[in-house]
């Protein structure tokens, strides 16, 4: 008998004992499917296994998935059903406690803001433009020998912002360029 030959042998009496332990442990669990065992079987990065992991094994590495279902499923008095691993909840990114406001009320406030003459808040209100929008609108007001602070004083920070990230990276390729 050929090498290959013995591990063939030994690769199908791994599935018949496996074949027995999963519908032993089926049996004492008293679940309806095979993949129903995962829950009661721990993973060492926190709560149960998953059915891919358990289909994945029960090829790959049979005899570790046994002795993994006897040490928690047979050998064990009573098998117990482990807790799912904390995850965060969806939408969990969401900062709760952060005020959100509607369109409409964003603007009212940011209309008292104005009437009120309070800069801060209404820069900070504002919703913020690309500099070629601040652009084309500052172009359409001097068209319109309209002066608006509020739309120059944004077209001067979308500037200084723009060569900042500029300056930055000129400042990032002399340093490569010196290495």
């Known amino acids: 008998m050929s090498?290959?030959?013995?591990?063939?042998?030994?690769?199908q009496k791994n599935f018949k004992d496996l074949e027995e332990i999963l519908s032993k442990a089926i049996k004492?669990?008293?679940?309806?499917?095979?993949?129903?065992?995962?829950?009661?079987?721990?993973?060492t990065s926190g709560g149960y296994m998953?059915?891919?992991?358990?289909?994945?094994?029960r090829k790959k590495n049979p005899v570790e998935l046994s002795s993994m279902i006897k040490k928690f499923i047979i050998n064990n008095s009573r098998p117990i059903a482990?807790?799912?691993?904390?995850?965060?909840a969806r939408g969990s990114r969401k900062r709760r406690d952060q005020l959100t406001?509607?369109?409409?009320?964003?603007?009212?406030m940011l209309n008292i803001?104005?009437?009120?003459?309070?800069?801060?808040?209404?820069?900070?209100?504002?919703?913020?433009?690309?500099?070629?929008s601040y652009k084309r609108?500052?172009?359409?007001?001097?068209?319109?020998?309209k002066v608006d602070q509020e739309l120059?004083?944004?077209?001067?920070?979308?500037?200084?912002t723009q060569n900042a990230f500029a300056n930055s990276d000129s400042l990032a390729e002399m340093l490569a360029n010196k290495k």
């Not at 090498?3 to 690769?11: C, G, P, V």
């Not at 004492?28 to 993973?43: A, F, S």
């Not at 120059?152 to 200084?160: C, M, T």
């Open 101 to 108: 406001f509607t369109k409409w009320q964003l603007e009212r």
């Open 28 to 43: 004492k669990v008293g679940v309806g499917k095979e993949n129903d065992l995962c829950k009661y079987i721990p993973m």
């Open 113 to 132: 803001a104005r009437l009120a003459g309070d800069k801060d808040i209404i820069s900070i209100l504002s919703p913020k433009k690309s500099l070629a």
């Open 3 to 11: 090498q290959n030959d013995q591990e063939s042998i030994h690769k």
């Open 50 to 57: 998953h059915h891919f992991t358990l289909r994945k094994m």
């Open 82 to 88: 482990v807790a799912p691993k904390p995850r965060a």
């Open 137 to 145: 609108e500052l172009i359409q007001s001097i068209r319109q020998n």
């Open 152 to 160: 120059w004083n944004g077209y001067v920070e979308s500037v200084s």
